[in-house]
């Protein structure tokens, strides 16, 4: 069992919504930072938005997404308006001790990844 899973991904068509979701399994997650990457086809993972007690976002995204987080439910959400093509990627929910880290290698544990595509 995946220690973190997203859903909500699929095909949507640009200008349109959609509500990622990661589920963590049991643990301590109130302590964690919980973040979202993206990795779209021959690009480098890069970071769309984090939380830890307010939410953090990349320039590709700001002022487009919204981040947030219910501890009690184990749940980190992304929710994505106005979706682009350039926003087709892996969606990935990712954790770590401490404050929001923007860069990818600071996370030691990660989804398996929600795959978003946007058709214009």
């Known amino acids: 069992q995946a220690q973190l899973a997203e859903t909500g991904g699929g095909l949507v068509q640009a200008g349109g919504s959609l509500r990622l979701s990661c589920a963590a399994s049991r643990g301590t997650f109130s302590m964690y930072a919980m973040a979202w990457f993206r990795r779209a086809p021959g690009k480098e993972r890069v970071f769309v938005a984090g939380?830890?007690?307010?939410?953090v976002y990349g320039d590709s995204v700001k002022g487009r997404c919204t981040i947030s987080r219910d501890n009690a439910k184990n749940t980190v959400y992304l929710q994505m308006n106005n979706l682009k093509p350039e926003d087709t990627a892996i969606y990935y929910c990712?954790?770590?001790?401490?404050?929001?880290?923007?860069?990818?290698?600071?996370?030691?544990?990660w989804g398996q990844g929600t795959q978003v595509t946007v058709s214009s």
């Open positions: 990712a954790a770590k001790f401490g404050g929001v880290s923007m860069s990818s290698d600071d996370y030691p544990y």
């Open positions: 939380i830890k007690y307010n939410g």
